[in-house]
């Protein structure tokens, strides 16, 4: 009796599943599986070796060779014969950022996709939905607890209605959480931030979205659309170290002029 194929184990889910060539639409597609599309990516895409693939994927190198020779064949065929090419089906499972001491893919331990429930992007009886990203010359500021600027955003049926940049005023990592109460604030998109400042904006209930980096307008459209990448996780490294003098500045390590909280 044939053994069962081994479950692949792949980091997400394709973007887009099904592409059309112009004047093939009523052609029959080609079927490429899940696993097959993950192979294609990591050796193709991200210039992976087979036996990089195969540890990432949870398979043997063998198995990697000829789920990739398949793979290329298949979309030569839709190259050549302009038929409709189609991602479903195979033998994988998700690592979903579940499996990333095992998978090693960067993606899947730094990032999660946003689960949000996009009902709550409403008004609140008479108040507007408010995100507040740490903020500094269009970008995500990477230290929370040194911010000097907050962009807050309004939201209403889930579009941005308007936005301004307000200054912290000097205001330190222990009182930003009632900063940003004081300003409605109910959601905060932010870099790297301690675990004490998690805590006090859980109990400002403010949710966090953290390990977030890029342009600031970007992010919050991102996670108004549920496809915000942040890391669930997030920590600063900083408050991971401990000093005889019982402070600590980033300086130390490097990471500019601010005095880490």
């Known amino acids: 009796m044939?053994?069962?194929?081994?479950?692949?184990?792949?980091?997400?889910?394709?973007?887009?599943?099904?592409?059309?060539?112009?004047?093939g639409e009523d052609r029959e597609p080609i079927l490429l599986s899940l696993d097959e599309y993950e192979v294609i990516r990591l050796v193709d895409l991200e210039q992976k070796t087979h036996e990089q693939c195969a540890v990432q994927m949870d398979i043997a190198r063998s198995t990697v060779q000829?789920?990739?020779?398949?793979?290329?064949?298949?979309?030569?065929?839709?190259?050549?014969?302009?038929k409709p090419l189609r991602i479903?089906?195979?033998?994988?499972r998700i690592c979903g950022g579940q499996e990333h001491a095992r998978c090693g893919c960067?993606?899947?331990?730094?990032?999660?996709?946003?689960?949000?429930?996009?009902?709550?992007?409403?008004?609140?009886?008479?108040?507007?939905?408010?995100?507040?990203?740490t903020y500094e010359n269009g970008q995500i500021f990477q230290h929370f607890g040194h911010t000097?600027?907050?962009?807050?955003?309004?939201i209403a049926d889930g579009q941005i209605r308007s936005s301004e940049v307000v200054?912290?005023?000097?205001?330190?990592?222990?009182?930003?959480?009632?900063?940003?109460?004081?300003?409605?604030?109910?959601t905060l998109i932010c870099g790297g931030i301690g675990g004490g400042a998690q805590m006090a904006l859980a109990e400002a209930g403010i949710q966090l979205?953290?390990?977030?980096?890029?342009?600031a307008d970007d992010a919050v459209q991102a996670l108004l659309a549920g496809t915000l990448g942040y890391n669930p996780d997030v920590h600063c490294d900083h408050h991971d170290h401990e000093h005889a003098d019982g402070e600590h500045h980033c300086g130390d390590h490097g990471c500019g002029h601010h005095s880490c909280h």
């Open 167 to 186: 200054d912290t005023n000097g205001s330190g990592h222990g009182a930003l959480a009632g900063f940003l109460m004081q300003h409605g604030v109910d």
């Open 66 to 82: 000829e789920i990739y020779e398949a793979a290329r064949q298949k979309i030569a065929a839709c190259l050549v014969y302009g």
């Open 106 to 133: 960067g993606c899947c331990f730094r990032t999660q996709k946003t689960e949000i429930d996009l009902s709550t992007i409403q008004h609140k009886g008479d108040s507007i939905m408010k995100i507040a990203v």
């Open 209 to 215: 979205y953290g390990g977030v980096s890029g342009d």
């Open 88 to 92: 479903t089906g195979g033998s994988y």
């Open 2 to 23: 044939a053994r069962p194929p081994r479950c692949r184990r792949i980091c997400e889910l394709p973007r887009i599943d099904t592409f059309r060539p112009e004047g």
């Open 148 to 154: 000097e600027q907050f962009k807050i955003y309004d």
